[in-house]
């Protein structure tokens, strides 16, 4: 994979010359004890798009985005937000940059209800000190009653149906995600990094996502998800990056991106007949197949 | 010259029964995760089981000195049997063994202290051999003797057995992952059984160490060897054991220099002055290999 | 058990309780410390040694211990808080220990190994719950406010509170300096409850007792640790009549079937809202911790 990256003419992943990409990632590079996770990974998102990062399991697109949210540190490469450099940032000051995530496996607060859940997003959003909190002053008052309504409308606009007071690790896996989605948008975020927002989801629901991202995007930010579901990805993003074994096969338009022979072998694989063949049996025999 | 030697010595045969203990410490640490804060009474209990029976059932020394290690290593079991196991299980976290440890160390702690007295004791003089050894101008006590050359076989077998036997082998997998060890067709539940025993066994006999180069048994005996093992395993890591062992050695020569030529009253402040000093310049220790909280 | 057997008691289980607010903060924010029986030790000598030479008056004494504490607290955070959570741990019980060394060994500060007499003007009950209504306060209004969302952020994943701009290191900071002040106004009311103080007098045993407070009442809310503490330390006085010397045993047996069996606590909101959630809805839904994903977290250390 060492031919250099084809892109599609037209689909703007090179950023016009003086306009800053909302994210700008170059040459990020990352290896796990020998193992060439992300290998020299060129991404530039230029602000309000919505871009989907795509690629098999193991492509490294998760450490991807958990290097821009500062978790992992990358070997090489550089990550800026809006033309800040932030790499070698920690993750909460990567975050003070604009920068807001959810998680592939949902990483809800045990114990805290939907509306903590979020209200705990709002940290960066509230002044409050700890003389006013145990004094009880009027700006706590204030602050907590802002925070809540606050916390209460962006549940209404993820489209939570649980009750607020519902301990948040009890809810249905799609509003698991979607207080996942309200609690990173209380940081009030330029950037939003979404880890498969529709793993487990069905059509209908996966689609409410996707309208929402729309919106989001109508309001401001710029969207980076990693996604499997192919129709979502058609319908909503406007451009892609497809990863393969940590190396980037094809950046541009997702109808074109997908269309790259590379891309789709990354996908369908150049599996031997033999276990093409094995995967049929097992297939027709199984009980009511998949 | 002849007082510095005598004492690098005494001070080595010291340090190896920090070091036989910090081996323990942090095998326990390192492979099972867990931060063992009842190993001290391991060794408590080895020692005092062996006072018991040479001095109340007068059994001979080194017989008695063999089943107070397999009595110590039978509590590390029973400690993994009973508290750490069903933690594990459950996956509770970090917090929830350090909790148990803490609870078996008051249960074991204040049984030592019940069964042994506020008193402390010694063997009686004729069942132990206590006769000198001169070698070249140094005059070497058995039990330095005994201690140091104890320190050589339990790091070389120790050493072997983690990195050479299939055992070893075992344990590295258990200790990265339990279930998928299961997998590859190794016993998870005997590995970490083998483990707790191998490790509390070893804390128990430096714990009869100490109480024989003392002449002194008493149910704060592992306290002592608490702190000090600890503070090898943190400057010297727990990855390999041979750095703790080698810390646990230099502890052993500190003091007992610190004491001579300084203060004996400071020696214990000695170590831990050491101790905080290295946590607070090399958090990640003096080998680094020690992981630091991603917080 | 005598009426004033009693009331001693219960006055100890009070005190014991603000130690128990004390080790609740900083594990409020991910931490766990014994620092706050060495903060105590610091307070209680300082103001014995204080009160002989100078003639410290009680009330300044205990302010003296909030602040000392509290800066103590700091100090402590700045040296401990960059350590991987088991040597942090494990620092802090070192701290302990080395806080009996200093006690035996600066005689003329703290009377050595005979220790010290202290005053015991504070040693009131007035005293004891006008303290701990203090922290109680203090606690419960922090619960819901910024610092205490972030805490409880923090404590449940601190990767995750990062991401949403928390600094795990500056909560844990805060929890350090609470901690301390707590820690500091506890040793200075055991020495006045006492009216004597040496070197066993803040150690290990009494680290046990609250530690084991905190778990048994539960590490999640403010009310957990008084609950526990007045529990824990009234169960051993009522055992010592049928164990004798083997009360402690009971104390460390309880210590682990609690971390095995009901890890939370006593005092547990978590358990109220699931069992609330189950009430509320009939029809089983993904309702219980099976349908919590469990699969290991994607960002490790």
């Not at chain 2, 062996?50 to 039978?74: H, K, M, N, P, Q």
């Not at chain 3, 928390?166 to 040793?187: C, E, K, M, N, T």
């Not at chain 3, 009311?189 to 778990?215: E, K, N, R, W």
Request: with cysteine.
């Amino acid at each position: 994979m060492s031919s250099p990256t084809r892109s599609a003419p037209d689909a703007g992943v090179v950023p016009d010359a003086g306009a800053p990409s909302a994210v700008s990632i170059v040459d990020l590079t990352k290896s796990f004890g020998g193992l060439k996770a992300v290998s020299e990974v060129t991404i530039q998102v230029p602000t309000r798009r919505i871009h989907g990062i795509l690629g098999p399991n193991g492509a490294g697109k998760t450490t991807v985005l958990n290097m821009v949210s500062g978790f992992i540190q990358p070997d090489k490469g550089s990550i800026s937000v809006f033309g800040d450099e932030v790499t070698g940032l920690s993750p909460h000051q990567i975050a003070r940059h604009g920068v807001a995530r959810t998680y592939q496996n949902i990483r809800l607060f045990a114990g805290m209800t939907v509306l903590e859940t979020v209200a705990a997003g709002a940290y960066l959003k509230r002044s409050s000190t700890i003389p006013g909190a145990i004094f009880f002053s009027p700006s706590e008052r204030r602050e907590r009653r802002e925070v809540r309504d606050r916390a209460t409308d962006l549940l209404r606009q993820v489209g939570v149906r649980a009750e607020p007071d519902a301990l948040a690790e009890t809810l249905s896996y799609g509003d698991q995600r979607r207080v996942e989605i309200a609690r990173a948008l209380a940081t009030e975020p330029r950037v939003l990094l979404l880890d498969e927002p529709t793993a487990g989801m069905n059509d209908a629901e996966s689609h409410e996502i996707g309208e929402l991202l729309l919106e989001l995007r109508g309001s401001g930010l710029t969207l980076i998800l990693i996604e499997h579901n192919m129709r979502l990805v058609e319908e909503f993003c406007e451009s892609v990056s497809v990863m393969n074994s940590g190396a980037m096969l094809a950046q541009g338009a997702p109808s074109w991106c997908l269309e790259q022979d590379d891309v789709k072998e990354a996908y369908f694989g150049k599996r031997s007949d033999a276990a093409r063949i094995a995967t049929l049996r097992r297939a027709r025999r199984g009980p009511g197949g998949s | 010259m002849e007082l510095l030697a005598q004492q690098l010595v005494n001070g080595i045969a010291l340090g190896s029964v920090y070091a036989l203990f910090a081996i323990g410490f942090a095998l326990i640490l390192a492979r099972m995760g867990i931060l063992n804060v009842a190993h001290g009474t391991f060794a408590t209990w080895g020692a005092l089981s062996s006072y018991w029976l040479v001095a109340e059932r007068g059994v001979d020394f080194w017989i008695a000195a063999l089943v107070g290690i397999a009595f110590a290593g039978l509590l590390g079991v029973l400690s993994d049997v009973l508290a750490f196991a069903p933690l594990r299980k459950r996956n509770a976290g970090m917090f929830a063994p350090i909790i148990a440890s803490i609870g078996i160390w008051i249960v074991l702690l204040s049984m030592a202290e019940a069964f042994a007295g506020p008193t402390t004791k010694s063997y009686p003089v004729a069942a132990v051999p206590a006769t000198p050894i001169q070698i070249g101008g140094l005059i070497v006590l058995p039990a330095h003797l005994m201690s140091i050359a104890a320190l050589v076989i339990v790091v070389t077998v120790v050493h072997l057995l983690l990195n050479r036997s299939r055992f070893g082998s075992a344990v590295r997998a258990v200790s990265v992952d339990p279930r998928s060890a299961t997998i590859v067709g190794v016993d998870a539940r005997r590995t970490l059984l083998a483990v707790a025993f191998l490790a509390a066994a070893i804390a128990g006999l430096a714990g009869v160490l100490a109480a024989f180069s003392d002449n002194n048994v008493s149910f704060g005996l592992g306290e002592a060897l608490l702190l000090k093992g600890f503070a090898a395993v943190v400057v010297g890591g727990y990855g390999d054991i041979r750095g703790a062992a080698a810390v646990g050695v230099a502890i052993g020569v500190l003091e007992v220099l610190s004491s001579q030529y300084i203060s004996s009253g400071f020696r214990d402040a000695i170590t831990f002055g050491v101790l905080l000093f290295v946590l607070v310049v090399r958090p990640q220790g003096i080998f680094g290999e020690r992981q630091l909280v991603r917080a | 058990m005598s009426t004033t057997a009693w009331i001693t008691t219960l006055q100890f289980a009070g005190v014991n309780a603000l130690f128990a607010l004390s080790i609740y903060a900083t594990l409020w924010t991910g931490v766990l410390s014994l620092a706050p029986i060495f903060f105590g030790a610091v307070g209680a000598f300082t103001f014995g040694y204080l009160a002989g030479t100078v003639g410290l008056s009680p009330f300044l004494g205990l302010v003296l211990g909030v602040v000392l504490g509290a800066a103590l607290g700091a100090l402590t955070a700045a040296l401990v808080i960059r350590l991987d959570s088991h040597y942090l741990a494990m620092a802090t019980i070192a701290m302990v220990l080395i806080g009996r060394v200093l006690v035996v060994n600066l005689t003329e500060l703290t009377g050595g190994a005979a220790g010290t007499l202290v005053p015991g003007e504070l040693g009131t009950w007035l005293w004891l719950i006008g303290c701990l209504v203090v922290a109680g306060y203090v606690l419960a209004r922090l619960a819901k406010s910024r610092f205490g969302m972030a805490a409880d952020a923090v404590r449940e994943d601190a990767a995750v509170a990062q991401t949403l701009g928390i600094s795990p290191r500056r909560i844990q900071l805060v929890g350090f300096v609470i901690s301390g002040a707590f820690g500091g106004a506890a040793g200075v009311m055991q020495a006045s409850f006492l009216q004597y103080i040496g070197p066993d007098t803040f150690y290990t045993h009494l680290g046990f007792v609250t530690l084991a407070a905190v778990v048994l009442g539960g590490a999640f809310h403010w009310a957990g640790p008084i609950v526990g503490a007045i529990v824990f330390t009234i169960l051993p006085e009522l055992l010592k009549d049928v164990m004798g010397e083997y009360d402690r045993v009971v104390t460390g047996v309880l210590l682990v079937v609690i971390i095995i069996f009901v890890p939370r606590g006593l005092v547990d909101l978590r358990r109220v809202r699931l069992l609330r959630a189950r009430s509320r809805q009939d029809p089983p839904r993904a309702g219980d911790d099976s349908a919590r994903p469990t699969a290991p977290q994607e960002v490790t250390a």
